[in-house]
């Protein structure tokens, strides 16, 4: 079974950063596409960033140029750099994989979230 483990998120001030990252257990098969999702309260999951193993990333518009995901030297370990934190990034964010880019095929398996609180 695989698993799919979250950390770094907490509180900041507007404009500072966080740095999220996320480690698969449970498989000694690389992960093609993982990524990070986010919601808030009353909205659906939306997709925030995802890589493959080849290192290609993929960005939603809002995070285009503030955010960078990238691999970890681990094995299916991935970071998310936030920059520029606002208040609409607040949110619980879950990393997720496998993520099928242009589909609508939700990712297997979910971390168990972790929230990003920015204050104003």
């Known amino acids: 079974q695989i698993q799919l483990v979250e950390s770094g998120g907490g509180l900041v001030q507007g404009g500072g950063s966080l740095r999220l990252s996320c480690s698969a257990s449970g498989t000694n098969q690389n992960i093609n596409t993982m990524g990070w999702y986010r919601q808030t309260p009353g909205k659906q999951r939306e997709l925030v960033a995802s890589?493959?193993?080849?290192?290609?990333?993929n960005y939603a518009d809002f995070v285009k140029g503030r955010f960078t995901i990238s691999r970890g030297n681990a094995q299916n370990t991935i970071h998310l750099q936030m920059n520029s934190l606002n208040t609409e990034d607040a949110a619980v964010y879950y990393c997720?994989?496998?993520?099928?880019?242009?589909?609508?095929?939700?990712?297997?398996?979910w971390g168990q979230g972790t929230q990003v609180t920015v204050s104003s």
């Open positions: 997720a994989a496998p993520i099928f880019l242009g589909t609508q095929i939700a990712p297997r398996w």
């Open positions: 890589i493959d193993v080849d290192g290609n990333t």
